[in-house]
């Protein structure tokens, strides 16, 4: 039988689960409170008015994550972006902040056929930060001035969306950009989903971008099938492929890839894990091969 000086001895510890739901809250709001201090004193640049007359920071997502694809090193990266409304400024107008790959940035390729979504390993140089001022023009058109790694550039995009009845949406998007580096491009992209039930959807996205440098189409597209389970889980299947007109090897890349989405530590967390096979071929002189991928993703919104 335990003494009572052995019971006072032996404090009872909180939950570890507990420990960590309070860490990952802390971060969340110190994350929040930072990213609400850099919108005040940009907005404090264009007048008195206070930021709560109408500021918000919006859109608001941090992720890291691992990425290994057979035959390359395993690679870390760490992503966030947010979405600033500036009271002083212009009704329609924002800040946007982030860091992500600066060329799927500036070509404003949709966040599906990222080279992350695709695990695609990425140096160093291949993610940097970004930031700049937009503005909505109208429901349909924005326009935006930035700089990613100190190099200015600026972006012109269209959107319009149709609906099929309650179960079919298509959408185009259309976005010009210019940079010292390319001069003037355009990446054009179009969507179709299919909604089969309330928890089971298809979608096919393809997108294709051109420069006034290259002169050549890349393009990538995804198909894939989406079944949802509720609270945020999802299990999808997608087929992807990608290549660059000109190239004489037909599609650079194709491969299959599912992937299993979850919330975690009482919803704080979003965990993404990505299991992969793609078959690549870089130029002619290569034989294409098979290489098995692996990635794991945390996303926390902010």
Excluded: C, H
Excluded at 6 to 16: I, M, N, Q
Excluded at 70 to 91: I, T, V, W, Y
Excluded at 183 to 210: H, M, P, Q, V, Y
Excluded at 224 to 248: D, H, K, V
């Amino acid at each position: 039988m335990r003494s009572a000086d052995e019971d006072r001895a032996a404090p009872v510890l909180p939950p570890l689960d507990v420990d960590v739901d309070v860490a990952i809250e802390s971060t969340r709001a110190t994350v929040r409170s930072t990213a609400e201090w850099l919108a005040r004193g940009v907005d404090s640049w264009f007048g008195d008015r206070p930021f709560e007359e109408g500021g918000a920071v919006t859109n608001g997502r941090a992720s890291i994550g691992l990425s290994k694809r057979e035959g390359d090193e395993a690679k870390l990266s760490l992503r966030f972006n947010a979405r600033f409304r500036l009271p002083n400024l212009e009704r329609r107008a924002y800040l946007f902040v982030g860091r992500d790959n600066p060329r799927d940035v500036v070509t404003d390729k949709p966040g599906a056929l990222s080279n992350q979504n695709r695990l695609l390993p990425e140096t160093r140089e291949e993610r940097a930060f970004f930031a700049g001022l937009g503005g909505d023009l109208s429901d349909a058109i924005d326009l935006r001035v930035g700089f990613r790694s100190a190099k200015p550039y600026a972006q012109a995009r269209y959107r319009y969306g149709w609906e099929f009845g309650d179960r079919q949406l298509v959408e185009f998007r259309q976005t010009l950009f210019w940079t010292i580096q390319d001069s003037f491009g355009s990446t054009t992209a179009l969507s179709w989903e299919r909604a089969f039930a309330a928890d089971l959807a298809a979608r096919w996205l393809t997108s294709a971008t051109i420069t006034r440098d290259t002169r050549k189409f890349a393009w990538a597209s995804v198909l894939g099938g989406y079944q949802s389970y509720g609270n945020r889980r999802q299990l999808s299947l997608e087929a992807l492929i990608s290549g660059e007109e000109g190239t004489g090897v037909g599609p650079s890349e194709y491969g299959v890839q599912t992937r299993w989405t979850q919330p975690v530590v009482e919803n704080r967390l979003i965990a993404e894990l990505l299991v992969g096979q793609f078959w690549p071929r870089p130029d002619r002189l290569a034989p294409r091969r098979s290489v098995g991928a692996l990635g794991l993703n945390l996303k926390m919104e902010f």
